[in-house]
């Protein structure tokens, strides 16, 4: 198993600028995506973007595309997602997740087997 520890959450303005952290530890050899998701209150998870652990492809949801961006350092085992021109739409916990297993719809949160406990981002207009 993998242990998920997500940071960099608070309260920001619109048009302002996050960055969250994901440091993995345990049986971090075994990820195959780490992803990013998010939930508003009231709401389902929703799929914010997803990176390969060993090959770096990334995957972003449209209402993200151009704003938010995925990176991540193997040697720390730690994912980061930078969020700019952030939007009070944008305002939700985030939680980092990872999956053992190829071959899975990785914009679902289904597919996902390890879950952090989640960071704030709050964002006013």
């Known amino acids: 198993q993998v242990q998920l520890v997500e940071s960099g959450g608070g309260l920001v303005q619109a048009g302002g600028s996050l960055r969250l952290s994901c440091a993995a530890s345990?049986?971090?050899?075994?990820?195959?995506?780490m992803g990013w998701f998010r939930q508003a209150p009231g709401k389902e998870h929703e799929f914010v973007t997803a990176?390969?652990?060993?090959?770096?492809?990334?995957y972003y949801a449209d209402s993200v595309k151009g704003r938010f961006t995925i990176s991540r350092d193997n040697a720390k085992n730690t994912v980061y997602l930078q969020m700019n021109n952030l939007k009070p739409e944008d305002t939700a916990a985030y939680y980092c997740a990872a999956t053992y297993y190829g071959g899975r719809s990785y914009y679902t949160a289904s597919a996902y087997d390890s879950w952090g406990q989640g960071t704030q981002v709050t964002v006013s207009s």
């Open positions: 345990g049986r971090t050899f075994s990820i195959y995506v």
């Open positions: 990176i390969m652990w060993h090959g770096g492809n990334t």
